[in-house]
């Protein structure tokens, strides 16, 4: 189990770091008192939303820079 949550983390640092930023938002919202409870549910949806993105960007570039011929990279020089 230890071992496929650090794989997960290292195939997906993006979406782990909306995940543990939209967690403190959720713990702040339920013991600070002033925080609204809208902005708080508001904030974890963009950072969760903005993250799965960001990761999906990365994956794709990862995956572009995985096909591209090594040889390609030195025509230009």
């Not at 925080?35 to 960007?57: C, D, I, M, N």
């Not at 990862?62 to 090594?70: I, K, M, V, W």
Request: charged share 25%.
């Amino acid at each position: 189990m230890k071992e496929k949550i650090k794989s997960f983390i290292d195939r997906n640092p993006v979406r782990v770091a909306a995940f543990v930023s939209s967690a403190v938002a959720l713990v702040v919202s339920f013991f600070v008192p002033d925080v609204p409870t809208e902005a708080a549910v508001a904030f974890v949806l963009s950072s969760l939303g903005l993250g799965e993105y960001a990761q999906r960007k990365e994956n794709q570039k990862t995956e572009a820079a995985l096909l591209t011929d090594p040889n390609e990279l030195g025509a230009g020089e």
